[in-house]
């Protein structure tokens, strides 16, 4: 690209700022500081989960904990587990402990409960929490206090022009998978996506308004002629088409309809807007600086953690695809997703976010699936072709291991899947299961959801659910209830299904609510009777369809703060597969 040299000479309206070149440029770095300062409490305040996400995948993994990895170690010998499925080396813990809590912790507790009441709330056609919106509404006033302040838009609108370059960085730190401000949250990076989103809309107005109102001053100053002859004016107009088309090319139908597109042009047009706007004005290259760099980590820790390995596919039915890679032994936890290429026919080009079925098991443990497992429901070109490939082996590409839940330990959980959402809810159950054979002294029940179509729907995960619900059922001091309620009771029952322990099927479609309301019942025997004990802690995580999932959400928020306190806090997970 050619040097953009000085901003263009063209003559000033009378009345326009002289110094906007100097003052403008403070306000974007004041919106810059305010969303550093605010990003650097929030990394502060969730510092414990990023310690203990540390910790525990130091203890697992050691140091191959930062990708997928092989295991090539010789298989150990086989340890004695006998002690442990009988109960003898995990204390039961009782609710009783919970009682003792000091009142500060319990205050703690409760003021914790009603934020996370009031934050936690989705908006049905907003499909964000009130939480979320409030952050929003936060940026876009620091936004506008800063366009506003100290500015005369009317005459001179270059401050909106700059608080589109200081909008560059954030756009760019929130939306790449790799992003260190995730990282730093210890929170997947589709939780972030909603403010990529929002501050990419954002600028699109900012240049709107500064675009705009140029426009405006050169009409009624006499030199509209200006807006065809001058480079700057005509660039200008060029960057604001391109930022123009990113908006238009990712709403959301184009998103849910064409997501190739939209994704192939979204890359490619960023990078006719940097051009564009490079030749508009020479002030954008320090912005883009910050841009790139974000975006060049990411690449390179994807180059770091891409793994190529053998998998075998397995079509359940012509509805499912299992994915198996025998050869990812770790480095990963059950409920994260990877993303997926396969290298066979046309798919290597596309490569697609699938959640893991399973918790790595441990070489010994041959009863266990060794390896990677992830299933694809056919959804539509790429999950169909992957069916029709039929039971074979192919080499895959993985990407990943992103998201997952990060909670602290609970008492109580509660995991609700709809639909194919049930891969998630598996891959957290494999991984409570192995937490508490591996020594978890909290967990003690596990109320397992699936709302789904058909028996022959259930047909898809059945073995795995046989396999979870015995591992659970040989440690007593560990409750599992299996409940899978049908939309339509077509098909036959798969045979497993009566061996799995503990497993109600029916064709109720029961309310979240009445699901949730017996775990937060903590109370105690003592010599006078039932009264309420402290608990420790409930977990919700839910998949699957947006209802099901903002259901969820809003059944948790609704606990009123008293009672989320006795339980001694309820936390819950959302997780979406559409981004
Ligand atoms: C975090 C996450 C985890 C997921 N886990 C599973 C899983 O375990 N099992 C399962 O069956 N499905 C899962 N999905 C959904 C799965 O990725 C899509 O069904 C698949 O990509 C559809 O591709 P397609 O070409 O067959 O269908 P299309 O018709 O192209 O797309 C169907 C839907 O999938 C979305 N989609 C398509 N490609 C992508 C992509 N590359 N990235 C994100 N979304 C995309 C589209 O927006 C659309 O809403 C997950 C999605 C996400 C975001």
């Given at each position: 690209m050619s040097d953009p040299g000085a901003a263009p000479n063209i003559p000033a309206p009378?009345?326009?700022?002289?110094?906007t070149y100097i003052i403008d440029p403070q306000y974007a770095l004041i919106f810059t500081y305010t969303w550093v300062s605010v990003a650097a409490a929030a990394v502060l305040y969730r510092s414990p989960k990023l310690y203990r996400r540390f910790r525990n995948a130091w203890k697992r993994d050691g140091i191959h904990g930062w990708g997928l990895y092989e295991d090539l170690s010789p298989s150990p010998v086989e340890e004695e587990k006998e002690s442990l499925m009988n109960g003898a080396a995990i204390k039961r813990t009782d609710?009783?402990?919970?009682?003792?809590?000091s009142p500060p912790v319990r205050l703690l507790r409760a003021v914790e409960a009603v934020f996370r009441n009031a934050f936690g709330w989705e908006v049905k056609y907003v499909r964000l929490s009130v939480g979320q919106l409030f952050l929003l509404v936060g940026f876009v006033l620091t936004l506008l206090l800063c366009l506003t302040q100290n500015s005369e838009l009317l005459l001179n609108s270059n401050r909106a022009g700059f608080m589109v370059l200081s909008l560059i960085p954030p756009v760019f730190l929130l939306s790449t998978k790799n992003s260190f401000l995730a990282f730093l949250l210890s929170i997947g990076y589709e939780k972030l996506n909603f403010l990529h989103r929002w501050a990419g809309r954002m600028m699109f107005v900012l240049a709107c308004v500064h675009g705009g109102l140029w426009i405006n001053n050169r009409v009624i100053n006499g030199q509209a002629s200006l807006l065809l002859t001058e480079d700057k004016e005509r660039r200008g107009i060029a960057t604001i088409s391109v930022l123009f088309l990113i908006v238009l090319t990712s709403i959301r139908p184009i998103r849910i309809f064409a997501w190739q597109f939209f994704f192939a042009s979204h890359v490619s047009l960023y990078v006719a807007w940097f051009v564009c706007l490079n030749y508009h004005t020479p002030y954008a290259v320090p912005w883009i600086f910050p841009a790139l760099a974000f975006y060049g980590w990411d690449i390179a820790v994807r180059m770091l953690r891409f793994r190529i390995k053998d998998a075998n596919l397995l079509p359940v039915d012509d509805q499912m695809t299992l994915v198996h890679i025998p050869d990812a032994s770790g480095g990963w936890r059950g409920g994260q997703h990877v993303r997926l290429r396969i290298f066979a026919g046309t798919q290597a080009f596309q490569a697609h976010p699938l959640t893991i079925i399973n918790s790595p098991a441990p070489?010994?443990?041959?009863a266990r699936t060794q390896g990677m497992l992830l299933g694809a429901r056919v959804n539509g070109d790429w999950t169909l072709a992957l069916n029709r490939l039929g039971k074979t082996r192919a080499w895959v590409m993985l990407d990943g291991p992103y998201g997952g839940v990060n909670m602290s330990p609970k008492e109580r959980v509660l995991l609700i899947a709809g639909g194919c959402g049930v891969t998630f809810t598996l891959g957290v159950l494999d991984e409570l299961i192995t937490g508490v054979e591996n020594?978890?002294?909290?967990?003690r029940e596990i109320e397992w959801v699936w709302y789904i179509r058909s028996y022959d729907c259930v047909g898809w995960f059945v073995a795995q659910l046989q396999s979870l619900a015995l591992r659970a059922h040989a440690m007593p001091f560990l409750d599992l209830r299996v409940r899978i309620f049908l939309t339509c009771p077509c098909g036959d029952p798969p045979e497993?299904?009566?061996?799995?322990?503990?497993c109600v099927v029916n064709t109720d479609k029961p309310k979240i609510e009445d699901l949730l309301a017996p775990m937060l019942d903590f109370e105690v025997e003592d010599g006078e009777g039932r009264r309420p004990a402290m608990g420790g802690g409930v977990g919700v995580a839910a998949c699957g369809p947006e209802t099901l999932v903002r259901h969820a959400q809003n059944a948790v928020a609704a606990i009123s703060p008293a009672r989320a306190a006795r339980c001694g806090g309820v936390e819950v997970h959302a997780e979406r597969f559409n981004l």
């Open positions: 009378p009345g326009q700022q002289d110094n609710s009783v402990r919970w009682v003792s809590v070489r010994s443990d041959k020594g978890d002294r909290r967990l497993m299904l009566a061996s799995i322990p503990d």
